[in-house]
């Protein structure tokens, strides 16, 4: 019922983080709560076996991530610069947690890419580049977050768990399945969950503080974004929401601000995948979910240079947003061909 681990890979990272000293734990840009809840659970592990372990981020976590013990000693490149960097490229382990690719990591990738030590990847994302010593790949579980409680368990360091590392673990858990909403249907999820419960967490603040939360601006954005800006394609089964750099300023957009959104146009029954598209400067940020098996990591992959899981998949667009509008609507009758009759029974519920 739960992930099955080479006996061989367990007894090596037994053996590479018991003789560590140092260990850095890297997640990717943009830190949401399973990147943080999985490296920071790790780490305050690790800090109970006496270990210097350290958590590093490209940029700096959001704000709402703090319920996660332990989140403000995170060392963001973006506040720490070299000195993030020279710590991992000197670190005795290096754990890349929640990421399948050096890129993911963005301004730390050169320093993930020249360590002096080993490397071991942690992560649940398909297709994983292989540029780790060691690799825990495993795609079907919910979050990073629950494949580290597995992981402890099979080290036989659960009882090395507080509260605090139970907490980040839960915090991963609730984050990547939207406070158990989806990706969340697999029993072994619901073991480390009893246990995790069993550690003190308490799970109803995680929700209300992950799931549950918002601010007044980022509320009247979404508000706004539906009622004005989605865009249903009933017959291609799709739903398109645009937001542009001026609609984004006027309503104060901070980052993060319109996390969620994307997922909104899926409650329509018979919508089976939503795309969100956000005016960056430099770049149009693209956001795919999706139901059942249809795969916007491979739209992403295909048309944006992005990628992903089945079900929620992101990619960068460099050209005008109506290029990007245009790519996504000349799209939609091609994309009818990928929808399985499971993807439309979800749909139409
Ligand atoms: P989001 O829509 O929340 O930005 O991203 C959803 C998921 O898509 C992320 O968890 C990540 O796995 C993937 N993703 C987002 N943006 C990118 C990207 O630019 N490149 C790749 N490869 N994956 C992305
Ligand atoms: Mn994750």
Not at 40 to 55: E, Q
Not at 82 to 91: C, G, Q, T, V
Not at 159 to 185: E, H, K, P, Q, W
């Amino acid at each position: 019922m739960s992930p099955e681990f080479n006996r061989e890979d367990i007894q090596r990272l037994k053996g590479l983080l018991t003789s560590a000293r140092t260990v850095a734990l890297v997640g990717h840009l943009a830190p949401d709560g399973d990147a943080l809840g999985s490296t920071l659970g790790m780490a305050h592990v690790l800090r109970g076996m006496g270990k210097d372990a350290r958590v590093f981020t490209p940029d700096e976590p959001p704000h709402y991530l703090r319920v996660l013990p332990g989140a403000r000693d995170i060392m963001a490149f973006s506040s720490f610069g070299e000195k993030a960097s020279s710590w991992i490229r000197n670190a005795d382990v290096v754990l890349c947690m929640d990421f399948n690719a050096t890129y993911r990591v963005s301004r730390l990738q050169p320093a993930i890419e020249n360590v002096r030590g080993k490397r071991v990847l942690i992560d649940h994302h398909e297709n994983p580049e292989h540029f780790a010593d060691l690799s825990f790949s495993f795609p079907p579980l919910s979050s990073t977050s629950e494949l580290t409680a597995h992981l402890l368990k099979a080290l036989g360091w659960w009882n090395r768990v507080d509260t605090d590392a139970a907490t980040c673990l839960m915090g991963g858990i609730i984050t990547d399945t939207g406070g158990f909403r989806y990706n969340s249907s697999m029993p072994c999820l619901y073991l480390v969950v009893a246990d995790l419960l069993g550690k003190g967490v308490n799970k109803d603040r995680l929700v209300r503080c992950l799931v549950s939360t918002t601010n007044e601006s980022a509320m009247r954005l979404e508000s706004y974004a539906l009622a004005k800006k989605m865009e249903v394609f009933h017959d291609a089964r799709a739903a398109l929401i645009v937001l542009t750099r001026d609609e984004l300023n006027s309503y104060g957009y901070k980052k993060g601000d319109t996390e969620g959104l994307v997922n909104r146009p899926l409650e329509i029954p018979g919508i089976v995948y939503s795309c969100y598209l956000r005016q960056e400067p430099e770049y149009v940020k693209v956001s795919m979910r999706s139901l059942a098996d249809f795969p916007v990591n491979l739209l992403c992959s295909r048309h944006y240079g992005g990628g992903g899981h089945l079900n929620a998949a992101g990619g960068e667009f460099r050209g005008t947003m109506e290029e990007c509008i245009q790519l996504f609507k000349d799209n939609l009758q091609e994309n009818l061909k990928l929808m399985s009759p499971a993807a439309l029974k979800a749909a139409d519920r």
